[in-house]
């Protein structure tokens, strides 16, 4: 992107979005696709492709066409990182437009739960820490509290453990399933 922000620039092709040329827009796109099926329907290339945030800017209009293009994104967060959690995924910002397709509606509802009580405990966090949040005013943040210790448990993998999808699966369930 920034290689051919440079080269429209430089052929007198006007800036937009953060200095982007139009010429950017366009290309990303192409780029992207090139990696799926081919024009006849044959042969696929799985990619994994990296974007980088300037400034961790999510914002930023490179980020913006990737994620515009892809079938998933996995977003990493510095916060998380910093606080030693790994892998530092961020669960609300990353997003898989397969999973209806390859979950069972169980598993699927799992993780949208898991998701859910993650976003609503980020959302209120502040007021969690300093005690002004009065329990039993939000039954759903109740759960997102009672459960915050387990769930980032659980986020949390060490490099030198694998896990396979159906241990993973049945610590979920287990998981949101605790009263």
């Known amino acids: 992107a920034h290689a051919q922000r440079e080269i429209g620039l430089a052929i007198g092709e006007p800036p937009t979005a953060k200095g982007y040329p139009p010429s950017v827009f366009g290309l990303l796109p192409n780029l992207i ?17 990296t974007v980088l945030a300037e400034g961790d800017d999510a914002a930023d209009p490179i980020v913006d066409i990737a994620r515009a293009s892809l079938d998933g994104q996995v977003m990493l967060s510095r916060k998380l ?87 993973t699966r049945e610590q979920l369930r287990a998981l949101l399933n605790q009263t």
């Open 81 to 167: 990182a910093d606080s030693a959690h790994y892998p530092a995924i961020d669960l609300t910002g990353s997003i898989s437009r397969l999973m209806q397709s390859l979950l069972s509606s169980e598993d699927l509802k799992s993780a949208n739960k898991l998701r859910r009580l993650w976003s609503i405990y980020q959302q209120n966090v502040d007021l969690v820490q300093v005690g002004a949040y009065e329990h039993g005013s939000n039954p759903e943040l109740d759960e997102a509290i009672r459960l915050h210790d387990r769930i980032v448990a659980f986020l949390r993998q060490d490099m030198h453990i694998s896990q396979d999808y159906e241990s």
């Open 33 to 49: 696709e090139r990696g799926g099926v081919g024009r006849h329907g044959h042969g696929s290339i799985t990619a994994i492709y």
